[in-house]
């Protein structure tokens, strides 16, 4: 079996446009999360939203002419990929069948379905533009990734809802770990704060209805009362890892576990039971070889919903036992607010920076303790501590609970 690295990181995120803004930023408990400005919220009740700001798509070599020809989930993929490809080195060094793309999205394109349905409705079927289709479909944030960098083996886009990109990520390092592929470019993205998607998540109660940003999204809080949607991309370079040290790259850690299982409970909410969701995290852990929970780090889920982090908290302590108290937590959604299919590739870059730097992210705006939310969860200002080992866990609507396992290098 190979060993797996990570040797390079992008993002596009509400609180910075790279990888090293982001990081900077989750370091210092930026909150990203304001009042929408997409749209008018007449007759909305959730109002806030972690909306990414400044992003100019020519600054990352996307023309005027090909960014009009991309959903703009799928525009921050492309820009978050260039970055990490970038910031690896690894380009122009693989055979292209053997350098892969798994980069997945809960939604896709719907802001792109929502503007040709307009079109249809209002100038008739002839107005409906010819690239509606591959604008919109998940795939196409893979596919033009892997024709920007020639990136001809395994491809995939994963579909599953919250735990979209650790199972992207998880996949990609099956596929080098097996030998499919010497590297992975592996993340996820989304764009979907707009008025159809925010009015689908309020119709299900699942988002926060506080008009205070700082009271919004509130991972293991007892007030917390939904989450708060973001949006964004993040893509790691995943790279076997005799490769890597042959060729001298930048390792910021090992991949070293992945675990992936279903509640096959109800469509929405998490089983309370936490069963499943525990499963996906022993094996990851077992994977990984850990055994002392005082050297762990795990970046939750923690969405901020009160199921949620109540069945998350309960899942490590089946995992742990008494342990669990030992384990150092934060939610770092309470900064980018749930970015959906990209929640689990920014978390993981958390992981991963948390580990090369030795730094614990904050669960920012934590005031209020809950009974059932009792392990440390890092509240309000970041921990220098140096742990051996991350966790990055995501649980999504259908079920679906995944986890990743890296170690520090």
């Excluded at 926060?208 to 919004?216: G, L, Q, T, V």
């Amino acid at each position: 079996m190979n060993r797996v690295a990570v040797t390079g990181l992008g993002a596009i995120t509400p609180i910075g446009l790279s990888a090293s803004d982001t990081w900077q930023a989750m370091k210092d408990g930026v909150n990203g999360i304001d009042r929408i400005t997409r749209f008018d919220l007449t007759d909305y009740k959730a109002t806030l939203a972690a909306e990414v700001k400044g992003f100019d798509p020519a600054a990352f070599g996307l023309a005027k002419p090909q960014a009009r020809k991309m959903d703009l989930f799928t525009q921050y993929a492309v820009a978050a990929a260039d970055m990490a490809v970038k910031d690896s080195k690894i380009e122009g060094t693989l055979d292209p069948e053997r350098f892969g793309v798994y980069i997945g999205s809960g939604i896709g394109g719907i802001s792109t379905l929502m503007c040709e349905h307009g079109k249809l409705l209002n100038e008739g079927v002839k107005r409906i533009s010819p690239f509606f289709v591959p604008m919109m479909i998940v795939n196409m944030a893979t596919g033009m990734i892997a024709m920007r960098h020639h990136a001809e083996g395994p491809s995939l886009p994963v579909v599953t809802a919250c735990a979209t990109s650790t199972n992207a990520i998880g996949e990609a390092y099956r596929a080098i770990k097996h030998g499919y592929a010497d590297a992975v470019i592996a993340g996820g993205s989304e764009a979907a704060i707009n008025e159809l998607a925010i009015g689908g998540f309020i119709s299900c109660m699942a988002l926060s209805f506080s008009e205070d940003k700082d009271r919004a999204s509130l991972p293991f809080d007892a007030e917390r009362g939904g989450f708060v949607m973001g949006e964004g991309s993040a893509v790691l370079v995943l790279e076997n890892y005799d490769c890597a040290v042959k060729r001298g790259a930048k390792i910021y850690a090992e991949v070293v576990g992945y675990g992936n299982t279903n509640d096959a409970y109800h469509m929405t909410a998490p089983n309370p039971e936490a069963k499943s969701s525990a499963k996906a995290i022993e094996l990851a852990v077992k994977e990984a070889g850990i055994t002392d929970p005082a050297k762990v780090y795990v970046n939750a889920h923690g969405t901020g919903t009160a199921l949620n982090d109540k069945t998350e908290t309960a899942a490590l302590k089946r995992v742990f036992g008494d342990g669990a108290y030992k384990l150092k937590v934060s939610s770092t959604k309470s900064m980018t607010g749930h970015m959906l299919g990209a929640a689990g590739a920014v978390e993981a870059l958390a992981s991963v920076m948390a580990l090369h730097d030795g730094v614990i992210p904050p669960t920012i705006n934590y005031r209020v303790k809950d009974a059932d939310c009792d392990l440390d969860i890092t509240p309000n200002k970041a921990a220098k501590e140096q742990k051996e080992f991350a966790l990055s866990s995501s649980l999504g609507f259908g079920g679906h609970n995944a986890c990743l396992a890296f170690r520090r290098v």
